[in-house]
């Protein structure tokens, strides 16, 4: 089984789909693929002492960004405008492996903070983008 490095991993950003710009200063990436509910089936003739479960309906997926913030930059400005308009954006998000696998999302910037502000430091941000539904995988 091949190990992946994280170094190298791209982050694609647009107001229509399959965008092609990439965010610069990407310093650190989480995805959630989302998590489902699930709802107890546990009933008088289970059999055994365990709770039983079935799924249901599954959240969105959702992109957790850290960058080393340029507010002068047209991607950074993109991720603040997006994160104050609210408005439906699309998201690309690419291992560094040889296939390239990657994963398509539109939904819209939920959530900007930027913190960590030390003097020996550097200005960063952090940003969510929340997909509106499912995903696209590609290997």
Do not use: C
Request: proline share 4%; aromatic share 8%; no cysteine.
């Amino acid at each position: 089984m091949a190990k992946v490095k994280a170094k190298g991993v791209v982050l694609k950003y647009g107001d229509s789909a399959s965008p092609t710009t990439t965010i610069a200063q990407l310093a650190e990436v989480s995805f959630e693929n989302g998590q489902w509910d699930r709802v107890e089936t546990t009933t008088h003739d289970t059999s055994g002492a365990v709770k039983t479960y079935a799924p249901t309906l599954k959240e969105p997926s959702s992109l957790d960004v850290r960058v080393l913030l340029d507010p002068a930059g047209t991607d950074h400005a993109w991720l603040i405008a997006a994160a104050d308009s609210g408005a439906d954006k699309y998201m690309t998000f690419v291992l560094p492996d040889a296939g390239s696998a990657q994963w398509a999302l539109v939904g819209n910037v939920t959530n900007m903070s930027i913190g960590g502000l030390t003097p020996g430091g550097f200005v960063e941000a952090r940003f969510t983008f929340s997909a509106n539904a499912g995903h696209t995988f590609t290997a």
